[in-house]
């Protein structure tokens, strides 16, 4: 089980830099987790991380994962949100599925963001033909 605790990513700068999530709220299922460097709430990038394991009836766990990083603008010297990219990911994993099946599904979907074509459609907007 993973203590909550800051976590650091290095952005996708040419020169990657690190930046720290800090825990932000928990419900005890979801843990949000907020980078304030620029100092402006509606600027702040967000991580959030869960995870609902299958109770009663159920037949599947569910993580998920999410990523918003908004866009801010000055406007006569007010900062306001512009837009928000967005990503987030939905894991399904059978209650019956064994470790090695997570890990595998795992480095496919890890692996496969780092595939050319993938990178191509989701980073470049390169759709595929």
Known sequence: ???????????????????TFSVEAENGITYT?????????????????????????AVTNRAKYAV???????????????YTLRANVDVILPVASTDAERKNLFAFLTNG????????????????Y
């Open 113 to 128: 963001l780092q595939h050319a074509l993938v990178r191509g459609a989701v980073r470049d907007l390169d759709p595929v």
């Open 1 to 19: 089980m993973a203590q909550k605790a800051p976590i650091t990513i290095n952005d996708g700068a040419a020169t990657p830099v690190a930046t």
């Open 33 to 57: 987790f907020a980078e304030r460097s620029n100092g402006v709430a509606i600027g702040f990038r967000r991580l959030s991380v869960s995870t609902k394991l299958a109770t009663g009836n």
């Open 68 to 82: 918003e990083l908004p866009v801010t603008t000055v406007i006569n010297g007010v900062t306001q949100l512009a």
